[in-house]
């Protein structure tokens, strides 16, 4: 396995296009001098830090959830506003299905 970088690509409407962004940031940065310098510091093996974030992480559903943070939220909610500006029940449907698709990937951790 590697530790590798994403940048895409990814269409506007993706339902995955969120989480696809996040990753493509937060892939830029190398992570594992961090994990060397805790391991340094620890004396825990770099490896074993390494999996005990993957776990922490996945298995924390309620934490990855909050570790979205405000990009989500904003993205939840500007589907909702342009449902409303549109003001008709073909558009709020539309945002209901694209809400229902984001939400299903926000849900995945905790099934």
């Known amino acids: 396995m590697e530790l590798s970088t ?9 339902p995955d296009a969120n989480f696809k962004a996040a990753v493509a940031e ?6 594992l001098p961090t994990f060397a310098q805790l ?4 004396g825990i093996p770099i490896g074993a830090l390494v999996r005990y974030a993957l776990v922490r992480w996945a298995a924390e559903g309620s934490e990855a959830l ?9 993205r939840l909610w500007a589907v909702v506003e342009e449902a409303e500006a549109a003001g008709t029940d073909a558009a709020r ?11 299903s990937w926000l849900k995945a951790p905790l099934d």
């Not at 391991?39 to 620890?42: D, L, M, P, Q, R």
């Open 39 to 42: 391991s340094a510091n620890t």
């Open 6 to 14: 994403y940048t895409g690509p990814w269409d506007d409407d993706d």
């Open 93 to 103: 449907l539309e945002a209901y299905e694209q809400l229902r698709q984001m939400l």
């Open 66 to 74: 909050l570790a979205l943070g405000p990009r989500t939220v904003t």
């Open 26 to 31: 937060y892939t830029r940065i190398d992570p």
